[in-house]
């Protein structure tokens, strides 16, 4: 599973907190994709919010020569990445900085490592990237103050015959199994050891709650509540 983090306003002095603690100083890893094309303003803004709230940066290396070139800043190696895996590890807090598909992308690369993911939105689709542009800095107070709460969602992990060399592997939205000739192919389907269905056809769609609304839902998948 990995923690999805949903921002909230202050609650009720009585009100039973769900977030992290309070970290003034805390430390967060920042992803973006290789090979995305940034806004220079955009970025500085971000950076200089992050700033003057108090966090303290560590960014993927491709991102960190974006914004070197499109904003003169340059981020020292010591806080620069090449594995979200192993990347600066007093980080409390995950942000992906695009799309749904950063946002994927980020969940995918962190693996087991076990800190709470947001998605800032510079992309078109932000179902999950849920913060926009323009909600930075009261997103980045908000983290700040501890007006956030956290929830653990599912992940799917494939095992299997896979090609030499190549890990087991962690889906969010969905897993397919697909045919590789022009046959049907028959899927059996077993829960707790036991079979509960076999499929045919040309392949199969193993979806999590999460992503029960992406190619599950277009495909007669039913929709299931996340948590």
């Known amino acids: 599973q990995f923690n999805i983090v949903f921002l909230r306003r202050p609650a009720p002095p009585d009100a039973p907190f769900t977030g992290l603690p309070n970290f003034r100083t805390m430390e967060i890893l ?6 995305a094309t940034h806004d220079g303003g955009e970025l500085g803004r971000l950076l200089e919010a992050l700033d003057r709230h108090g966090f303290r940066v560590c960014m993927n290396r491709e991102l960190a020569e974006a914004t ?9 190696e010591s806080k620069q990445y090449a594995s979200l895996k192993e990347a ?11 799309g749904d598909g950063t946002f994927l992308d980020g969940v995918r690369m962190l693996d087991d490592r076990s800190i709470p993911v947001l998605g800032i939105n510079s992309g078109r689709l ?31 992990r494939a095992e299997g015959d896979f090609p030499e060399g190549a890990a087991p592997a ?8 697909q045919r590789s000739g022009a046959s049907m192919i028959a899927v059996e389907a077993y829960v707790n050891d036991e079979m509960v269905a ?9 979806s999590t709650p999460s992503g029960s609304t992406a190619y599950s839902l277009s495909v007669g998948g039913p929709v299931v509540a996340p948590g």
């Open 170 to 177: 962690h889906a969010f939205n969905e897993f397919s199994l």
């Open 68 to 76: 070197a070139a499109l904003t003169g800043i340059r981020i020292p």
């Open 88 to 98: 600066c590890p007093d980080a409390r807090m995950l942000i992906c900085y695009g």
């Open 126 to 156: 932000g179902f999950l990237a849920n913060v926009p542009r323009e909600g930075i800095d009261r997103a980045l107070e908000d983290i700040r103050e501890g007006h956030y709460s956290i929830e653990s969602r599912p992940l799917l």
């Open 198 to 206: 076999t499929y045919w056809g040309d392949g199969v769609l193993l």
């Open 30 to 35: 920042l992803y973006s994709r290789p090979r």
